[in-house]
């Protein structure tokens, strides 16, 4: 079982940074693939970042290539993400996910609550 922590959410204008960070509790982060999402009202849950179990491994949705950076601090247990040259469009609730590679993909089992992301134009 990992329960999940995001922190780091905010109002900034366009062009600004935000970090959001994910503390996950227990001792087996280091297995799992971290992953961060976002839903925007009115919209569908998309994917945004996802970081193998070591870090090595990184994947980043078309719309914030460039713009974000996921990481991760095993030692700590935390997940980020650095969102850099934001747009009004990344306004969202950001989630963070823990998951495993499954037969069918990735599986996100645990679930943050998320974090709020506003960003004026």
Request: glycine share 14%.
């Amino acid at each position: 079982q990992v329960q999940l922590v995001e922190s780091g959410g905010g109002l900034v204008q366009a062009g600004g940074s935000l970090r959001l960070s994910c503390a996950a509790s227990g001792r087996t982060f280091s297995s799992y693939v971290m992953g961060w999402f976002r839903q925007a009202p009115g919209k569908e849950r998309e994917s945004v970042a996802r970081i193998g179990r070591s870090g090595g491994s990184t994947y980043y949705a078309d719309s914030v290539k460039g713009r974000f950076t996921i990481s991760r601090d095993n030692a700590k247990s935390t997940a980020y993400l650095q969102m850099n040259s934001l747009k009004p469009e990344d306004t969202a609730v950001y989630y963070c996910a823990a998951g495993r590679i499954g037969t069918g993909g990735y599986e996100f089992n645990y679930w943050g609550r998320g974090t709020q992301v506003t960003i004026s134009s």
